[in-house]
C-alpha cells in the first residue's frame, strides 16, 4: 500500500481539490491512504484566532468568521447546496464555538490544540466527501483516534506501542473498502483531548501510518519539484536533488530545512521506506527520492535559513564562569518551557543561545532564568546553515549582514545574522 501526503498548498482552493482526486484517480487499484493538511494558510488564520481568544481581542468573531467562509467557498464551488457537507463542515466549526463563548481558562498549549486542529478536521471532510462524490470511494478517518499520544500539547509525543496497535487492527479492515483520508498533524491523548504534533507535523503523521503498515512508500505533495539545495523564495539559481540519503535528509530537517518535518524520516529509516518528495502541479515528474542507497553529489551547498530567531546570552549573576553546573540548570529551564535551542556557543563569562521565537514560551523562559542569571537579547535576526560549504560561497551570503554568532565544522556553517 501507499502514504500519500498533501500539504496546505495543495488544497488551498477548489482547483486544488480537484486536482488532488485527479492524482489519486493515476492509482485507482493500489491501496492508498492519504495525509491532508489545514488548507492553504488556515493554519495560520487559526492561530491567530486562538491569541484573538486568549488576548480577549475584538477581532475574534471577524477572524473566525473569515475562517469559517474561507472554507465554505472552496465547498460551494465543490458541491451541490444540498450537499451533507455543509453540515459537516458547519458541525466541525461548532466545536471551536462552544469553546469561545466560555472564557479561557486553560493554558495555552492546551488552548492552541483545541482550535487549531480544526483545520485538519474540516480540510479531510471536504477532500473526502469530493473524492466520492468524484466516484473514487473513499472513508474518513479520525487521527486521534490511532496516533495516541502524551499531554505535551504542541509538542505531543507519539505512544508508539499504543499508536501502532490501534493503525494495524483498524485501517487495513478500511483499506480493504477504498482508500482512507486522514488528517495530518493531530493526536489524541488518553483522556481524549487533541494534540498536536508541532508545525507542519502532516509528513510526521504520513510516517506514523506508513511504519506501522510497512507501506511501500510515502509520497508527499508540494509545491516544489523535489528536494532543493535552497529556498527559492529566498535564493537564486537552486538545484533539485534526484536522490537523497536518509542520513542528509535528517542532517537537512535537524537543522530547519522546512520541505520535510524533522521527525519525518526515522520512523521511515527504521523501517527502510522511501519516501519521495513531489510536485502536485506536475505530478509525472520524478522529485527526489529519500532512501538508504542513495548517491549525491553536492555540487551546490545546501542552505537553510530560519527567521524569527532569538539570541540569548546568559551569563550569572556574580561573574562567575559557566560551568557544568550553570548550563545544568540552564538547560532544565529550556526543556521545562519546551524551547528548542538551533544553536549554542559557551565563553567563559556567557552562554549563547538561538531558537525561534515564540513568545509566549520566550516570556515564560525569561521569567524562569531571572532568579539566577542575565541575560540579553536580539530579536529579529535569521540563522544561516550551510551543508556542503565553500568558504567564499559563505562570505557571500553574509556580505551587508552583521554576523552576531558564527560556528563552522568540517561539513556544516552555521552564522546568527541581523
Known amino acids: 500500500m501507499l502514504v500519500f501526503k498533501f500539504g496546505g498548498a495543495s488544497v488551498k482552493d477548489a482547483a486544488g481539490v480537484i486536482n488532488l482526486s485527479e492524482i489519486v484517480r493515476k492509482y485507482s487499484g493500489r491501496q492508498l491512504l492519504i495525509v491532508v493538511s489545514a488548507m492553504g494558510k ?146 489524541g491523548t488518553s483522556e481524549n483531548f487533541t494534540t498536536t504534533l508541532g508545525r507542519e507535523g502532516s509528513d510526521y503523521t504520513a510516517s506514523i501510518f506508513a511504519s506501522c503498515l510497512q507501506a511501500e512508500s ?59 518528495v513531489k510536485s502536485f502541479n506536475h505530478p509525472d515528474e520524478p522529485g527526489t527520492i529519500i532512501r538508504e542507497t542513495a548517491e549525491t553529489t553536492f555540487e551546490k551547498p545546501v542552505i537553510i535559513l530560519k527567521q524569527n530567531q532569538v539570541l540569548l546570552s546568559i551569563s550569572a549573576k556574580d561573574y562567575s564562569f559557566i560551568s557544568e553546573m550553570h548550563l545544568s540548570e540552564i538547560f532544565s529551564l529550556f526543556a521545562k518551557n519546551q524551547v528548542k535551542v538551533n544553536i549554542m556557543q559557551t565563553s567563559a563569562l556567557s552562554f549563547s543561545v538561538c531558537f525561534d521565537l515564540k513568545y509566549e514560551r520566550f516570556e515564560k523562559l525569561l521569567v524562569a532564568l531571572a532568579p539566577s542569571f542575565k541575560v540579553k537579547y536580539n530579536e529579529d535576526i535569521s540563522l544561516i546553515t550551510v551543508r556542503h560549504y565553500k568558504l567564499g560561497a559563505l562570505r557571500d551570503l553574509v556580505a551587508g549582514k552583521t554576523v552576531l554568532l558564527e560556528q563552522i565544522s568540517r561539513n556544516t556553517a552555521q552564522m546568527v545574522v541581523k
Open 218 to 276: 510515502v509520497t508527499t505533495w508540494k509545491d516544489v519539484p523535489g528536494i532543493l539545495n535552497a529556498d527559492p523564495k529566498f535564493f537564486n539559481d537552486t538545484v533539485k536533488f534526484d536522490e537523497l540519503s536518509y542520513t542528509e535528509a535528517i542532517e537537512m530537517t535537524y537543522y530547519g530545512a522546512s520541505v520535510i518535518h524533522p521527525k519525518t524520516i526515522k520512523p521511515l529509516q527504521n523501517a527502510k521506506i522511501p519516501l519521495l
Open 42 to 187: 488556515t493554519t495560520n488564520a487559526l492561530e491567530r484566532l486562538t491569541k484573538a481568544y486568549v488576548d480577549g481581542s475584538d477581532e475574534l468573531h471577524d477572524i473566525f468568521f473569515e475562517i469559517k467562509d474561507y472554507h465554505f467557498n472552496i465547498a460551494k464551488q465543490l458541491f451541490d447546496p444540498s450537499h451533507a457537507i455543509f453540515n459537516e463542515v458547519a458541525n466541525t466549526f461548532v466545536e471551536i464555538d462552544w469553546m469561545i463563548e466560555d472564557e479561557p481558562h486553560d493554558d495555552y498549549d492546551f488552548i492552541y490544540d483545541q482550535v487549531v486542529s480544526i483545520g485538519e478536521l474540516v480540510s479531510t471532510r471536504i477532500v473526502a466527501a469530493y473524492l466520492n462524490h468524484s466516484g473514487i470511494k473513499t472513508q474518513w478517518a479520525d487521527a486521534r483516534g490511532y496516533v495516541h499520544t502524551d499531554n505535551n500539547y504542541r509538542e505531543g509525543n507519539v505512544d508508539w506501542e499504543k499508536t501502532r496497535t490501534s493503525i494495524q487492527n483498524d485501517i487495513p479492515k478500511l483499506l480493504e473498502k477504498g482508500i482512507v483520508v486522514t488528517q495530518g498533524f493531530l493526536g
